[in-house]
């Protein structure tokens, strides 16, 4: 199970889609035109990209406040993201969630959850209901390294080895629980080996592989769609951008520049794909196309976003309740 | 989330009815919301335990859901679940064991609707039982539904009769949201007319007027129904007599319920064994003196349990809760 054809263009255009949309949105954010924090997911597009590849349209996923990337992944409108970024009526959740949050329904997402590890249990309670249903519809779980250490990442991982659910979780491991490290906080730092407490299939890969990514993806979906359970899988990736948009570190440095500098440097996902694409014989042309393509839908993308209007104070309560009161 | 609607007593509901305590009239709720929508599945702890014993020998075990115990994940599977097409019943037993499962049912239950922009629907109940007396220790006696009170995108009921709980449970499941049901377990074992049809419905928000009385209104909620009854009849003999209401949502409150009987009485009691401290009186108290003021000829009096945890010695628990007797001393002050 790899990446072939067209797939393959598919993957280099979805994480450019991802950097430029960040790239933008980190020189609005800065410009004062996003309220909020701003959390890039600059550098990790690999394991991102692929493992949404792996799924189907109908297959759900949740992830975490690190959110630009997930729905871009999955295939999302770059508007309605932008213009949620910028707390707009055009918004994706009509400017209710903002940059943590960026749940797409139309691409399969059923939440991004601010709280870390919050999301875990909702992927498994998606994955539960498709089981029940008898659907063979898969979820996959999207959560970082510092997710591990809550309980809801252990109760939810024996919730669905028990049952043999069909969620895959997928951690991107970037090393930093914000500005904690794992060497810091997990007791046992080889996060996949957690799996094995569980009794399911755990296993590392090179998140800024896209393909290798991938292609674990592809067979833990095989295997859940199967019947099989779920899986885990680490994606070992880096943050290129500070924690949030703007965060000073005070004191001893918890990443140095150089470590920071040489990931930037030699393990850029799209980079690195770039020069696969290249040497599997894929032209210099085809890739610029692409490329200008992906930055012709971020303009587009941000000229809706600021062309959409203020949600305005009357609609407050929108979007509370199905219903105030009970038929 | 106003109720408009002002009738406060529910018409005699035509139809047959059968006895049956409350208990049994939960389990009998969850049986025809189970064959009616085969999306409803009930998840629990130990769920033969609390009434899905018979739910098993009808639905078998892709319908119910026996968990192991993780609270604060299994919530989240159900409400992950609501999601993606089910609607589920979690049943949370113990309402102590609630505050495992808070990060779930405040963070992502409540809030996710509001926070996708109505992209995504949560229709989930949470059954919580209360088990405030008994020696029970603080532990396994809370009641904690004010805390939930304060948390936007939560309903929350809290009936005292076996209709009231097969129609409201009834209704919660249902519903498109999120809902919290407290049972006091005190009131499970309670008889009363229950009508059979499947679709009787008791609206969420909608109060009822349990008794009706001319001197003084006490709003009773949950277990407090049963001290505040007896107290009524103990006072009938000397001639005073007392309005009961009972709200049976604790949120959205049925404020005009209460304001109709205290344009009649001009007297306020709640009485609730919740803590005193921002409790469901203290609500209907602001909320009654912000906007009702002018009826009112006394100052409002709220009975609770004090600001201390539950005691488990029986010396120290008998009069912790309000008694028949607290609510006769505090309707005679008010007179």
Sequence with gaps: MQLKGDRRLEAFRRMLRIRRFEEEGRRLFNG?????????????????????????????????????GHPIAKGAHLQALMAELMGKEGGVCKGRGGSMHFADSSVGIISESGIVGGGIPLATGCAFSAKVRGVDQVTLCFFGDGAVNQGTFHESLNMASLWRLPVIYLCENNGYAMTTSVATSHGQPDIALRA???????????????????????????????????????????????????????????????????????????????????????????????????????????????????????????????????? | MDVKDDTHRDAATPGPHIQMTYFEAIVQAQLEEMHRDERVVLMGEDVSVHGGGKLIECFGKNRVWNMPISEGSFTGVGIGAAINGLRPIVDISTASFIYLACDQIVNQASKLRYMTGGQIDIPIVFRCCMFSTGSEAAQHADRPYPLFMNVPGLKIVSPTSAADIKGLMKSAIRDGDPVLVFEDTRLWPLKGDVPTDPDHLIPIGKADVKREGEHVTVVAIAGAIRPTMEAANYLIEEGISVEVIDPRTLKPLDYEAIKMSIEKTGRLIIVENGHRICNVGSEIAAVMAEESFDLLKRPILRLSAPDIHVPFSPALEKDFFPTRDSIVGAIRRLL
């Design chain 1, 32 to 68: 004062g035109q996003i309220p909020g924090w701003f959390h890039t997911t600059v550098g990790q597009e690999g394991a991102i990209v692929g493992a949404s590849l792996a799924l189907r349209d109908d297959d759900a996923m949740t992830g975490t406040h690190r959110s630009h």
């Design chain 1, 196 to 327: 094995a407490g569980y009794g399911i299939p755990g296993e590392i890969v090179d998140g800024q592989d896209v393909s290798a990514v991938y292609q674990s993806a592809a067979y833990a979906v095989t295997r859940a769609r199967a019947g099989q359970g779920p899986t885990l899988i680490v994606a070992n990736t880096y943050r290129f951008d500070e924690h949030n948009i703007g965060l000073a570190v005070s004191g001893e440095p918890y990443r140095q520049v150089e470590e920071v500098e040489a990931h930037k440097r030699d393990r850029d996902p799209i980079l690195l794909y770039r020069t696969v694409l290249l040497e599997e014989g894929v032209n210099e042309e085809t890739l610029t196309t692409i490329e200008h393509e992906v930055a012709q839908a971020v303009t587009q993308a941000v000229q809706f976003a600021l062309a959409s209007p203020m949600p305005r104070p009357e609609t407050l309560p929108d979007y509370m309740f199905v219903s105030t009161i009970a038929h």
